[in-house]
């Protein structure tokens, strides 16, 4: 579900992708540190905080160059919206709202319909525009802000992913389950069970 538009001739292009390869991930790294650290004066410690390497990392291009990210991460009934950045110079183009609605698409394509996030106080009038509503009257701080805790509902997915799925598009990138795999091109090859000893090998 990898998302290339251009509105309108002229407008630039916006591509939403999973980051998949290594490089992707350090542009995600590298956008958060010039807003959060950069921009807010986030120490390291506190913006790099154990949980990359347990999340989905979304990146977001405009005319091609880094422009935005977003992390997620999955728990038992919603998913978390964290690390939203959009660099400085890509600012204004209201490019974020799409941001979050490729993610909240990938959220319920794999069968989640809630979406949970720490909001600093001050996005709350934009973010309401987007159906998000505190769940409590609860104000928290960290990192030198002042959060609510806020969720929003989304429309369950006709196609969502289940044990009932079929099991090769299970195999599929997690942002590509409409397109072949890797592992169906195998298929051609049979099952020649290349573990057991060569008398037991089976030949398709």
């Not at 698409?105 to 009038?125: C, E, I, N, S, W």
């Not at 072949?180 to 090859?189: A, D, F, I, T």
Request: charge should be neutral; glycine fraction near 6%; include cysteine.
């Amino acid at each position: 579900m990898t998302m290339q538009s251009a509105t309108m001739p002229g407008r630039p292009v916006v591509t939403i992708k999973l980051a998949s390869t290594s490089d992707e991930l350090m542009q995600c790294f590298a956008l958060r540190a010039a807003v959060f650290m950069g921009e807010q004066a986030c120490p390291y410690w506190e913006e790099f905080d154990g949980n990359d390497y347990a999340a989905s990392h979304i990146i977001m291009y405009v005319d091609g160059e880094p422009a935005g990210c977003m992390r997620l991460r999955w728990f038992q009934s919603f998913c978390k919206f964290e690390r939203c950045v959009v660099l400085k110079s890509f600012r204004g183009l209201g490019i974020h709202h799409a941001l979050n609605s490729w993610c909240k698409d990938f959220a319920r394509r794999k069968g989640y319909t809630k979406v949970y996030l720490h909001l600093q106080k001050r996005h709350m009038p934009m973010m309401e525009k987007e159906g998000f509503r505190r769940v409590d009257d609860r104000v928290f701080r960290f990192s030198d802000h002042e959060y609510y805790a806020v969720y929003c509902e989304l429309a369950a997915a006709e196609d969502a992913i289940s044990l009932g799925t079929e099991p090769m598009v299970m195999n599929r990138p997690e942002d590509r389950l409409d397109l072949e795999g890797v592992l169906e091109k195998s298929v051609v090859r049979g099952a020649s069970n290349p573990h057991a000893p060569r008398p037991e090998r089976i030949a398709n």
